[in-house]
């Protein structure tokens, strides 16, 4: 809810997107955890934004991660968001696997 309006709405959009079984123009592969974990990238007023997903289940959407980027080493994603990803991954495993039963 930190983010501008307009990147708020961007983003909702592309997830929306996604829950309707597409992909949006905006989302590609997020690095490092396989197939199935997408990001959303946008740029407002100089700044980029990311939000990070899942489709790897049937029945569910996760969003794991929403963050404006603001790496101190250039180009490259922030340690501590790669790794909030990676548990946030985890706990959805876990979280789809309790309700809906695992994955065939």
Known sequence: ???PDEMRRAMGYALGVAQMGAKHPAAKPWKGEGAGVLEVV???DGNAYRAVYTVRFAKAIY????FQKKSPSGIRTARN???LVHQRLKAAQQHYE???GQEN
């Open 81 to 83: 968001d790669v790794e």
């Open 98 to 100: 309790e309700h809906h």
């Open 42 to 44: 946008e740029s407002h």
């Open 1 to 3: 809810m930190a983010f």
């Open 63 to 66: 969003v794991l991660h929403c």
